[in-house]
């Protein structure tokens, strides 16, 4: 037996033994007065049987109280009045020689009013509460599902691969030339740093992003040797430039993955950053063909898109093409922008709407990370301040 | 027992090979005979000093580990290094696969080594050197070589004796082993003129089959022998070959 029959035998069980009680303990009791009482009750369950598909079919229990009281009103209104009604022909025989009628069929009907009232506080009690629990565990869900689409970013941006080819290269490192491999886990901590703390925010400066690249090339050199020869070329009126966290070490690492770890002679790549018309123009080159149909490529670049997508909407542009015979160059532009702006202006925009972010692609810039990131630029926008 | 095992080391990064062979100091029945950046030089260094066990280590620019396997006629012992679970190594359908992940534990290279030194495949390598017969050019590959199949992105390493029938199919041949077939880019007659003769006994113009796998050979119309090879194939015998097989088995 479900739950709501349960409830609505043992509800209306309960209601007829409370009236048989009180006309007992009245001394009134009669077999018209039983029947009456049962016959009643009988017509609760079937009143409230019957109404039952309409709240459902109006999904009332999801309805804000302001619309939800009036029509429950209404309802108990119809359903005790018919209770009243209907009861008339067992109330009459039952009604002492002189007193009126009328006063026994109003009482009798808001007895049913009540009746039903308190049907529906449990009715609604019940659903309410479940409701609140579905929601609740929904919420957690999300948030868990948030929790993991930000780990999977992080171990994306962490790369497994590097960070282990670093590690083992600083264990050969570490007999071969001790300096060498101390100053290799400085950068390899240094870039840790970078990509745990900033990674997630939605813009860092130009600068910050260099001192990340200038590290991941430290390590990389060390892994490829005389293999990787890298120029790094920026105007220092860009420094305060907003791009986002991880785009030109992403841009770098499929330069080297594609130019410099396939080939065995490896070769130069190259970065440059200039300011042309109010606009960044970034360049990285590496040796190499383009291979056209190397899905594999596509992801690091699919990547970067979108993350310039999420910062500049629909200004800034990045592609890939065969500068030359042997030389690939992947060329990005950007509108000039200070990260200080961008972020501010984030940040305003947070506080209008906070709920902006639910899309997966937003889930990046989550909150907790959001908030860790606004104070944190601002200091590092002044490298030219005195200390 | 004073076993040994000859060692190459196949790695692109000078680092990674320096620490491999620091690390392989500690083990003096793992002779190192050379180190080889590349696949190229590996090959070369494979002719050269036919180690009995190869370090590989599996993303090399130009070609991969797996290329330079697939490459090789025979194979030695093979444990792979890599940087990182790498999904190429989930390829492979035999579980018997020793990979080591960089950097490496040194109690796990000591696991893998003493597994080296028990297979069966270290001794049989050391003592089929001596009965193999004087000829020119490369000696022809016996049951007990060890050989790397590659089929798309599915990989084995059997020992010939595994292998029941190769058949061919255009330039293709599909090598059939317990359970399963993979396809090989090799033609028929490639793998005939490398197969020992005395143990692969090639029966028509599409079947080269394993006699050793062979379970029984009856009369077949024509003068000709059918036989039936492990597994359900049945290999009817061309009737030049089987005039052959007849005086062979005479002898």
Redesign the interface.
């Known amino acids: 037996m479900s739950l709501y029959w349960k409830c609505q035998i043992g509800g209306w069980t309960a209601m007829t033994l409370w009236s048989l009680g009180i006309s007992t303990a009245l001394g009134t009791l009669t077999l018209e007065g039983f029947l009456a009482i049962v016959w009643v009750s009988g017509l609760g369950l079937l009143g409230t049987h019957l109404f039952r598909p309409i709240m459902r079919r109006g999904e009332w229990t999801r309805l804000p109280p302001a619309r939800l009281i009036p029509r429950v009103a209404l309802g108990i209104f119809v359903i005790g009045t018919s209770m009243g009604i209907l009861s008339i022909p067992f109330i009459l025989p039952r009604i002492p020689d002189g007193a009126s009628p009328f006063q026994f069929i109003i009482s009798n009907t808001v007895g049913s009013w009540f009746a039903i009232l308190g049907w529906m506080l449990l009715y609604f009690s019940y659903h309410f509460r479940t409701q609140t629990r579905e929601a609740r565990q929904k919420e957690w869900e999300l948030r868990v599902a948030m929790r993991e689409n930000e780990l999977r970013t992080l171990r994306a941006q962490l790369n497994p691969h590097f960070l282990f080819n670093s590690l083992n290269n600083l264990r050969g490192l570490i007999s071969e030339c001790p300096e060498r491999a101390q100053d290799a886990v400085t950068h390899l901590a240094a870039l840790l740093r970078y990509t745990l703390h900033l990674s997630q925010s939605p813009t860092v400066t130009l600068e910050q992003e260099l001192d990340g690249v200038r590290n991941y090339l430290a390590l990389e050199k060390i892994r490829f040797e005389e293999r990787l020869r890298d120029e790094v070329e920026v105007d220092p009126n860009l420094l305060d430039q907003a791009v986002p966290p991880m785009l030109l070490q992403n841009l770098l690492e499929n330069a080297l993955k594609h130019g410099i770890a396939r080939r065995r002679d490896g070769g130069v790549v190259s970065l440059r950053i200039t300011e042309a018309d109010g606009r960044v123009m970034v360049r990285v080159t590496n040796p190499g063909r383009l291979v056209e149909h190397d899905g594999r490529e596509r992801v690091g670049l699919t990547n970067a898109r979108e993350q310039l997508r999420l910062l500049f909407d629909e200004d800034a542009h990045l592609e890939l093409r065969q500068e030359t015979e042997g030389t690939v160059v992947c060329h990005v532009e950007l509108p000039r922008r200070r990260a200080a702006e961008v972020l501010s202006a984030r940040g305003r925009a947070d506080e209008v709407d906070p709920d902006v972010s639910v899309g997966p692609a937003l889930l990046q810039d989550s909150l907790p990370a959001r908030k860790s990131s606004r104070g944190r630029p601002s200091r590092t926008l002044k490298p030219g301040a005195p200390p | 027992m004073s076993s040994l095992l000859t060692a190459l080391i196949v790695d ?5 090979r ?2 491999l062979r ?1 690390l392989l100091a500690a083990h003096p029945r793992i002779e190192i005979l050379g180190e080889a ?2 696949a190229e030089e590996a090959r070369a260094a494979l002719a050269e000093l036919d180690p009995q066990l190869l370090f590989l280590d599996v ?1 090399m ?2 070609e991969t580990g797996f290329d330079l396997l697939a490459s090789l006629d025979r194979v030695p012992l093979v444990v792979f290094t890599t ?3 790498d999904y190429a190594l989930k390829a492979f359908e035999v579980s018997a696969l020793d990979y080591l ?4 534990e040194p109690a796990r290279l000591s696991r893998t080594v003493e597994r080296l030194l028990q297979s069966p495949a270290a001794d049989s390598a050391r003592t089929a050197e001596d009965e193999e017969p004087e000829t020119r050019g490369p000696p022809p590959l016996q049951p007990h070589h060890r050989v790397f199949l590659r089929d798309g992105d599915r990989c084995w390493f059997v020992e010939l004796r595994q292998v029941r029938l190769f058949e061919s199919a255009d330039n293709y041949t599909q090598v059939h082993l317990a359970g399963e077939s993979p396809l090989i880019l090799r033609s028929l007659n490639e793998l005939e003129a490398k197969l020992d003769p005395r143990f692969f006994f090639r029966a028509n113009r599409s079947q080269i089959m394993n006699l050793n796998e062979v379970e029984s050979i009856d009369p077949w119309f024509g003068g000709r022998l059918m036989a039936k090879v492990r597994g359900g194939h049945e290999v009817v015998l061309s009737r030049r070959r089987s005039r052959e097989f007849r005086e062979r088995m005479s002898v």
Do not use: H, S, T
């Open positions: 692109d990064e000078r680092l990674a320096l620490e620091r950046p590349n993303q620019p130009g940087a990182y679970d992940v960089k950097p490496i």
